[in-house]
């Protein structure tokens, strides 16, 4: 069974890090295209980053370039999102989701353009 498990989010000050996980069980994160996407209350669910299976070309969404570093441990079939200098629009429940056919070429969304999901970690910055 494909699973995606999220986890490292938080409480953070604004100016804060924090780094989340995407860990994989079921199948190998290093063949798919994965992507991080977020959700805040009333707002649609937005795509963050992606890193792709073929090179490991990374993506970012405009208003976390340069903030953000999306990376791929597959030894440990994980996939990991540091977030540095958050703030507080940052906050929502973040989640994984693997692309199975278009290689990041949706990393800013539809959701539907993926199709495996974790059931995200919630990340708060707040002072």
């Known amino acids: 069974q494909l699973r995606l498990v999220e986890s490292g989010g938080g409480l953070v000050q604004p100016g804060g890090s924090l780094r989340l996980s995407c860990a994989a069980s079921?199948?190998?994160?290093?063949?798919?295209?994965i992507g991080w996407f977020r959700q805040a209350p009333g707002k649609e669910r937005e795509g963050v980053s992606c890193?792709?299976?073929?090179?490991?070309?990374?993506y970012y969404a405009d208003s976390v370039k340069g903030r953000f570093t999306i990376s791929r441990d597959n030894a440990k079939n994980t996939v990991f999102l540091q977030m540095n200098s958050l703030k507080p629009k940052d906050t929502a429940v973040y989640y994984c989701a693997a692309d199975t056919r278009f290689e990041c070429g949706y990393y800013r969304g539809p959701a539907d353009a993926y199709d495996y999901w974790g059931q995200g970690t919630q990340v708060t910055v707040s002072s």
């Open positions: 890193i792709s299976s073929s090179d490991g070309s990374t």
């Open positions: 079921g199948f190998a994160l290093r063949h798919y295209g």
